[in-house]
């Protein structure tokens, strides 16, 4: 696993690869993603948004099914009210949590909903006939995992444009798709702010920083059998 070159490695298998300068480029966006919770006021281009969209777009799907929806919430008024959601979840998940974390968590900035310029949110659709169930008999949430791809790819999409984005799931997700007119057999899957971060890139995760959680050795993850 952590040979790259070497056994394996010929001529024919290297012809399909990126050069190595892009594929170390490549490893640097993924490292310095970071998701982003404080922005600062400016508009991102719509021309930057559209194209990140259109990558996004092209993220894999079950049976091509293609079951992301995208709401760009625009309304002063709908945001306001998604905010409040995220105030009424956040004070819940609060008190769920344990006491000797409480408050750390108290402390943590969880969401730019009231700074960042673009509110996203996005849905799968559950009934789509796109791809004609192919894949999603036995396990219909692949739906939901093929949404959640897109939105990696647009995380990493606005990135490389140096643009930040922040998901936010600790809402309310019937009262989001009220807000949202999300029609029957939509499913809600986040919501994201998006915009120019206030804040150097970090190689490390904020919830790390501030002694939340730490990065997982990636051996205990793995295994053969
Ligand atoms: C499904 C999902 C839901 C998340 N929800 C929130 C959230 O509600 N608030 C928040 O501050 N971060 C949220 N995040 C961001 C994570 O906290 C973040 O990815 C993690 O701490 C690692 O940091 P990094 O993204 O900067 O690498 C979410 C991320 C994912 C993938």
Same mark, same amino acid.
């Given at each position: 696993?952590?040979?790259?070159?070497?056994?394996? !490695?010929?001529?024919?298998?290297?012809?399909?690869?990126?050069?190595?300068?892009?594929?170390?480029?490549?490893?640097?966006?993924?490292r310095?993603?970071?998701?982003?919770r404080?922005?600062r006021?400016?508009?991102?281009?719509?021309?930057?948004l559209?194209?990140?969209?259109?990558?996004?777009?092209?993220?894999?799907?079950?049976?091509?099914?293609?079951?992301?929806r995208?709401?760009?919430?625009?309304? !002063?008024?709908?945001?306001?009210?998604?905010?409040?959601?995220?105030?009424?979840?956040?004070?819940?998940?609060?008190?769920?949590?344990?006491?000797?974390?409480?408050?750390?968590?108290?402390?943590?900035?969880?969401?730019?909903?009231?700074?960042?310029?673009?509110?996203?949110?996005?849905?799968?659709?559950? !009934?789509?006939?796109?791809?004609?169930?192919?894949?999603?008999?036995?396990?219909?949430e692949?739906?939901?995992?093929?949404?959640?791809?897109?939105?990696?790819?647009?995380?990493?999409?606005?990135?490389a444009?140096?643009?930040?984005?922040?998901?936010?799931?600790?809402?309310?997700?019937?009262?989001?798709?009220?807000?949202c007119?999300?029609?029957?057999?939509?499913?809600?899957?986040?919501?994201?702010?998006?915009?120019?971060?206030? !804040?150097?890139?970090?190689e490390?995760?904020?919830?790390?920083?501030l002694?939340w959680?730490?990065?997982?050795?990636l051996q205990?993850?793995?295994?053969?059998?």
């Amino acid at each position: 696993m952590s040979e790259v070159h070497g056994q394996g !490695e010929n001529a024919e298998n290297r012809a399909d690869a990126f050069e190595d300068a892009f594929i170390e480029r490549f490893a640097e966006l993924i490292r310095l993603r970071r998701d982003v919770r404080r922005f600062r006021p400016d508009p991102v281009p719509e021309a930057i948004l559209a194209e990140a969209l259109q990558l996004a777009h092209l993220a894999p799907s079950v049976g091509f099914s293609q079951p992301w929806r995208f709401v760009l919430v625009e309304d !002063e008024a709908k945001r306001a009210g998604a905010a409040e959601s995220f105030r009424r979840a956040n004070a819940a998940a609060l008190a769920a949590t344990a006491p000797e974390d409480r408050a750390l968590y108290a402390r943590l900035k969880l969401e730019g909903m009231r700074e960042a310029p673009v509110q996203l949110a996005v849905f799968c659709d559950e !009934e789509t006939q796109t791809g004609r169930k192919l894949g999603a008999r036995t396990m219909p949430e692949t739906r939901s995992f093929s949404t959640v791809c897109a939105i990696h790819t647009l995380w990493l999409a606005l990135r490389a444009r140096g643009v930040g984005l922040g998901w936010v799931s600790i809402l309310e997700p019937e009262e989001i798709c009220r807000i949202c007119e999300a029609p029957p057999g939509w499913r809600f899957i986040a919501w994201l702010c998006i915009g120019w971060p206030e !804040e150097a890139r970090a190689e490390v995760p904020e919830l790390e920083r501030l002694g939340w959680e730490r990065r997982l050795p990636l051996q205990k993850l793995c295994r053969r059998v």
